[in-house]
T-cell receptor
Framework: GEDVEQSLFLSVREGDSSVINCTYT??????LYWYKQEPGAGLQLLTY?????DMKQDQRLTVLLNKKDKHLSLRIADTQTGDSAIYFCAEETGGYNKLIFGAGTRLAVHP | EPEVTQTPSHQVTQMGQEVILRCVPI?????FYWYRQILGQKVEFLVS????????KSEIFDDQFSVERPDGSNFTLKIRSTKLEDSAMYFC?????????????FGPGTRLLVL
């Protein structure tokens, strides 16, 4: 079945770049998403990429997609303490576009 | 900016009781979803709903669960007889359509605690 895997934890220094990686299984996924979840809060859509793209840049965020390896990454440039959160990768699948989420990567930003 | 809203934000109930979680999707959206997140675990798909009927459901969505769109604005998830393992954060989501760049917008969630 569909599955999405992510590393569980990443610690970076403020000002450095963060790279969060994700692998997925459904090669027919049209869109892949990154959501951010702060403690006790809901899911905030950060960015998404269409499956025929290799890269998408949106301000400090860069998404890279390697469709052959089914690998997705999210790079956050100049990481700030406010970026500390859990980041979920999700693939869209099925006829009604349900989302399959990874377990989330907890990003900790330290001074 | 339009947003998905959910009520209540927190609910505590006794095992075996019925609960109804409420969602107001974005007004012109046509597709609706429920997801849940058990504490510390993945967000899991429960059910999708379109044109007043369930379009897809997961294995989690058994006979204890039901969904309804009782009027033009609300979308509800009912758990008939809650179990301890139903304790989770429940997220509602909606999207305008399935084609193009129609992303799902999530509500803030309802935290359900079953005692």
């Amino acid at each position: 079945g569909e599955d999405v895997e992510q590393s569980l934890f990443l610690s970076v220094r403020e000002g450095d770049s963060s790279v969060i990686n994700c692998t997925y299984t459904d090669s027919s996924s049209t869109y892949l998403y990154w959501y951010k979840q702060e403690p006790g809060a809901g899911l905030q859509l950060l960015t998404y990429i269409f499956s025929n793209m290799d890269m998408k840049q949106d301000q400090r965020l860069t998404v890279l997609l390697n469709k052959k390896d089914k690998h997705l990454s999210l790079r956050i440039a100049d990481t700030q303490t406010g970026d500390s959160a859990i980041y979920f990768c999700a693939e869209e699948t099925g006829g009604y576009n349900k989302l399959i989420f990874g377990a989330g990567t907890r990003l900790a930003v330290h001074p | 900016e339009p947003e998905v809203t959910q009520t209540p934000s927190h609910q505590v109930t006794q095992m075996g009781q019925e609960v109804i979680l409420r969602c107001v999707p974005i007004s012109n959206h046509l597709y609706f979803y429920w997801y849940r997140q058990i504490l510390g675990q993945k967000v899991e798909f429960l059910v999708s709903f379109y044109n007043n009927e369930i379009s897809e459901k997961s294995e989690i969505f058994d006979d204890q669960f039901s969904v309804e769109r009782p009027d033009g604005s609300n979308f509800t998830l009912k758990i008939r007889s809650t179990k301890l393992e139903d304790s989770a954060m429940y997220f509602c989501a909606s999207t305008l359509g399935l084609a193009g760049q129609e992303t799902q917008y999530f509500g803030p969630g309802t935290r359900l605690l079953v005692l």
